[in-house]
């Protein structure tokens, strides 16, 4: 967190860097300031762990949605709401399965672990319903992974999974 150049005093706030360092200067200026450098990391890792949990689930859910578009065409009618809902719940559980393969540990810290469990879902939702909209905008067919509810309990499938069985 300190950058010392010509020599001159350390300065707080500043990214570290060997260029510049006078024979030892640098570690008598993290002596200083031993949390600065931690601190930031943590803040980093937070918005990364938050970032990659959100960013998983939309990509997961975007390759679901384009999967049951393709499979969707050659069905006309329409199945029961229920059971449609049963099966996006099925299929999220299966691709938080998967998604433990990939990535065993939570990417979430423990306290914000309840917050991203209902957080994050109704944030794909709404992305859902957004591409929706978009779709029938467009003229294309709308499938129900595309409305709110469905989006919803599709992402709350596959968070549940993360949340009960991550480490």
Known sequence: MVLLLAGGPCVRGQLSSNVGCHRGKLRQCEARYPFSSR????????????LGEFLLQVFGEALIEIGFH????????PPNPW????????FGAILGGISLLAFPNNLVPAAWRVANLVATPMAVG????????WRARRGQRVLRIDRFAYGYLFALSIALVRFYFAA
């Open 126 to 133: 709404g992305i859902m319903a957004v591409m929706g909209v």
């Open 70 to 77: 393709s499979l969707a065409e050659p069905f006309r009618r």
């Open 39 to 50: 601190i930031t990391t943590t803040m980093l890792e937070f918005i990364f762990e938050v």
């Open 83 to 90: 059971l449609a809902a049963i099966g996006y719940a099925l």
